[in-house]
């Protein structure tokens, strides 16, 4: 498929602690969907993830296929990001024994603005994770993930 | 006044503010003038309606408004309202679709510029056709083989035998259960992956606009007047495209109606062309008038290929044009069409706001006053006793070849030109394939030559096959 030219081409940066603070409630959370929000800072095309906080999926029903967050965290989310000095960047929620890939649902309930990184969780298992950003289109473009470079 | 917190994915609407001071007396108020402030935020706020988007939470303090009086919820002086929006999501449609949709799919995603956005969208999209006889039927196998997400089919009919000579979506063990239950279990054996809902019912000006409402393209495949009218009202009301077709006999005819072109204008509708129907009985339908089987083959199919085109956004479609293709000659023709400003419907000045009595409109009702009957039993009762009366065959030559009962035979066209044939001094039984025109006949020679002693034969040849002389052979 042919690029637009409003599609971002931006990257996001995950710090190690919150790398392995997503990975370990996506994996503990398993066969549920896990949910939280990252915090960090934003410099032209680099998003840095600083920190993340962890939030109840508030599904109510099956939560291995959905996830949920209530308004009340949300909200928690923004004093958090104003308090600390940080911009709220987006959220990471799991697909457990699904790819990294935003389904129809995540895409209809997506902000803009927002990275939404995905962890796959195969059998119990961190296989991989991958974030998306809508465009001006409301289509999801992905983020390259640079979790090579270590951030302070 | 009140403090309105504006979350992070929509400050960049609000030049990057995160507070904003807005005066109004009520939640309604202070969106409001928010949105006026604000253009860019209005459409992620409200929805074409003017509602608050149900993914959108609005807080007063620690309080959704859901909980207090929804946007009528009042606003003291320092007031904080926080514009809350919903974090969802979840695997639940996996990638859209599954290892063996996009094998199956695989035709369509190679080519260039069809691709797997097109195969997304035809996945997404949800299409309703009216009518599941000889145009529905290919129109609703390629549709499903295609992928159409969702697919609704109107149909009040049972599945005849007369039916299989084009109506290729069913087959013998199908006969006498309602066709639209035959084609779902067709459509399903052929493309799991997809939703069929069925609606075992007449489209009426009462449901139309209500099932319209559920889906994006409506196709037509109907044969009659008032439902044409009916299907092409409603989509214009309820702001739906339309893809038309009709065929009669070796002549087809496609369109797209009312389909908004890149700048939201909407394409030219059926009314456009026709304000008004023809005199009833002018134009007969299938069942009266013959239709060569392949021909609704050819003609549903490339319906199907325009509401493909309508989905996908690939191509230009027939809006603003009429095609029409005649099987003897090969000729295919395709006139530009334009909007009408007369149009009653969306014209300049409407005259149509809802939908009306189609059958009335039609002149189906008026004109259609009753004839005298007679049941294929009581005629065979005067057979039996010997009673005199004079049966008559309305039908053509070639029908009459084929099987007939023995009556005279004076087909429909020349009833007028042969009517000192027909007898004054004793009952006259008029008879047809299934009734229709049998009673047309009845009424001219009633209107025209003041015949009094003149009976409709209920159900026609046909009719009296199955009651009296299932021997027969029937078409």
């Excluded at chain 1, 939404?116 to 969780?121: A, F």
């Excluded at chain 2, 149900?54 to 303090?61: A, C």
């Excluded at chain 2, 969702?150 to 000579?165: A, E, K, P, R, Y």
């Excluded at chain 2, 013998?172 to 019912?201: C, H, M, Q, S």
């Amino acid at each position: 498929m042919a690029k637009s030219s409003n599609e971002y081409y931006s990257m996001l940066q995950i710090s190690d602690s919150a790398l392995e603070n997503m990975i370990n409630d996506a994996v503990s959370s398993f066969p549920d969907e896990c949910c939280g929000f990252m915090f960090g800072t934003e410099d032209e095309d680099v998003r840095k993830v600083r920190e993340i906080t962890i939030v109840a999926n508030a599904k109510e029903g099956d939560k291995r296929r959905r996830f949920q967050v209530s308004p009340v965290d949300y909200m928690k989310a923004e004093h958090y990001a104003e308090a600390n000095g940080f911009l709220l960047l987006g959220i990471y929620h799991s697909h457990p024994n699904h790819p990294a890939i935003p389904s129809e649902h995540d895409r209809v309930a997506a902000q803009p603005y927002f990275s939404y990184v995905i962890l796959s969780i195969l059998d119990g298992v961190y296989a991989g994770l991958r974030s998306w950003r809508l465009n001006e289109e409301a289509l999801f473009v992905e983020e390259t993930i640079n979790d090579h470079q270590t951030i302070q | 006044m009140a403090t309105v917190i504006i979350p992070t994915p929509l400050r960049k609407f609000t030049n990057n503010s995160s507070r904003l001071n807005i005066s109004g007396a009520s939640v309604k108020e202070v969106i409001g003038d928010l949105s006026l402030n604000f253009p860019d935020l209005k459409k992620h706020l409200l929805d074409e309606k003017g509602d608050i988007r149900s993914f959108v939470n609005i807080f007063v303090g620690d309080e959704d408004i859901r909980n207090l009086q929804q946007e009528h919820t009042a606003l003291k002086e320092d007031t904080v309202v926080s514009i809350v929006p919903a974090i969802a999501g979840g695997s639940e449609a996996g990638s859209l679709f599954s290892r063996e949709e996009l094998a199956r799919y695989n035709r369509h995603i190679i080519i260039d510029g069809f691709g797997l956005e097109a195969q997304t969208k035809l996945k997404q999209s949800k299409v309703l056709i009216i009518g599941s006889g000889g145009l529905g039927s290919p129109a609703l196998l390629y549709l499903a083989a295609a992928g159409v997400g969702t697919i609704g089919i109107v149909d009040f009919d049972v599945v005849d035998d007369s039916n299989l000579q084009r109506q290729v979506i069913f087959g013998v063990d199908e006969i006498g259960i309602p066709k639209v239950v035959a084609a779902k279990k067709r459509l399903k054996a052929l493309n799991p992956f997809i939703e069929v809902k069925i609606y075992n019912t007449q489209l009426t000006s009462q449901n139309a606009l209500e099932l319209f409402s559920e889906y994006d393209v409506i196709a037509d495949g109907t044969d009659n007047f008032p439902t044409r009218y009916l299907v092409n009202d409603a989509s214009v009301l309820a702001g739906k495209p339309n893809v038309y077709a009709s065929i009669f006999q070796f002549e087809g005819q496609v369109s797209v109606f009312n389909h908004r072109d890149a700048q939201g204008e909407p394409g030219p509708n059926y009314r456009d062309l026709y304000p008004t129907p023809p005199p009833p009985g002018l134009v007969p339908n299938c069942a009266e008038g013959g239709v060569l089987g392949v021909l609704p083959g050819i003609i549903g199919s490339l319906q199907a290929l325009e509401v493909i085109k309508i989905i996908t956004g690939v191509g230009d479609t027939l809006s603003g044009r009429f095609f029409t293709f005649d099987a003897l000659t090969f000729e295919t023709r395709t006139f530009n069409i334009k909007r009408n400003k007369a149009n009653p419907l969306n014209g300049e000045n409407p005259t149509i706001t809802a939908l009306i009595d189609y059958e009335q409109f039609c002149g189906v009702k008026a004109v259609e006053r009753p004839v005298k009957e007679i049941s294929a039993s009581q005629l065979y009762d005067w057979q039996v006793k010997g009673e005199p009366f004079q049966l008559i065959d309305v039908r053509e030559q070639s029908e009459y070849d084929l099987v007939n009962i023995g009556g005279e035979l004076i087909p429909l066209g020349t009833i007028g030109e042969n009517a000192d044939r027909v007898a004054r001094d004793r009952k006259v039984v008029v008879h047809c394939k299934m009734g229709g025109r049998s009673a047309k006949a009845i009424r001219e020679l009633e209107e025209k030559f003041g015949f009094d002693n003149l009976y409709n034969l209920k159900g026609g040849i046909l009719g009296y096959i199955d009651e009296v002389q299932p021997e027969l052979t029937k078409y």
